[in-house]
């Protein structure tokens, strides 16, 4: 013999409407927390500094509807920022691959800049590659704070001959244009036109009559 058949009851329209309606209440009584910083805040949230709604606390960054801690690596501090890393290096370390921060290697004669984030070379040293070189003074020159140039420049009265300081030849009549363009010397006012004398390093032309 076959056995009988069972039939289950099918619920009535009621009694779906009243699943439907317990499992939104619920879906509602459960707080939500949007990933746009609306809603419900979540723990390590904060009043947004902009209109409304909330940020996560500095440290922490917004990731599927919650406030997660940034980890950080030693000698590191979070920035706050919803980009990059979240984090930047402390004062004399650089970041390394988005992942740490060590100590900026300072060579010999050098210092930490004021922004502690790079170094520079002590007076009278200039930097070549990575490190201070000993700049070598001429005679009749003096230290400039010049990274671009040689770090000295000649004394007035003297011009720049390859690595040396050579005194400017200036004609009767003459005097130092103390220019660091153009021409070294200059004839004085009224003399240069009527005598022809040199003028600026340059004989001037008379006009023929």
């Known amino acids: ?3 009988s058949p069972v039939f289950f009851p099918v619920p009535g329209r009621a009694a779906l409407a009243a699943a ?6 619920a879906s509602m009584a459960a707080p939500v927390c949007a990933q746009d910083g609306t809603g419900t805040p979540p723990e390590h949230a904060q009043k947004s500094s902009y209109g409304s709604g909330w940020d996560c606390e500095i440290g922490y ?8 801690a940034i980890p950080l690596p030693d ?25 740490r921060c060590e100590p900026i290697a300072i060579p010999e004669h ?14 009278g040293y200039r930097k070549e590659r990575e490190a201070c070189v ?7 020159a ?23 300081c050579l005194p400017i030849v200036v004609p009767e009549n003459g005097y130092l244009t103390n220019s660091a363009y153009g021409p070294d010397w200059a004839c004085e006012r009224g ?4 005598s022809g004398a040199l003028r600026g390093g340059h004989r001037s032309r008379k006009r023929r009559s």
């Not at 960054?61 to 997660?68: I, K, N, V, Y």
């Not at 706050?80 to 979240?86: A, D, H, L, Q």
């Not at 050098?110 to 007076?123: D, K, V």
Request: contains cysteine.
């Open 20 to 25: 439907v309606l317990a499992i939104g209440t």
């Open 75 to 99: 000698h590191a501090y979070a920035t706050g920022r919803s980009y990059g890393t979240g984090w930047a290096c402390l004062r004399g370390f650089e970041e390394v691959a988005r992942a």
């Open 61 to 68: 960054r917004l990731q599927e509807g919650a406030c997660l």
């Open 110 to 123: 050098a210092f930490l800049q004021s922004s502690g984030y790079g170094w520079q070379c002590e007076r």
């Open 1 to 3: 013999m076959n056995p």
């Open 142 to 164: 003096y230290l400039v704070d010049d990274a671009t140039g040689p770090g000295w420049a000649c004394e007035r009265g003297f011009k720049a001959e390859k690595n040396a």
């Open 134 to 140: 000993e700049i070598t003074l001429p005679e009749h």
């Open 191 to 194: 003399v240069c036109r009527d």
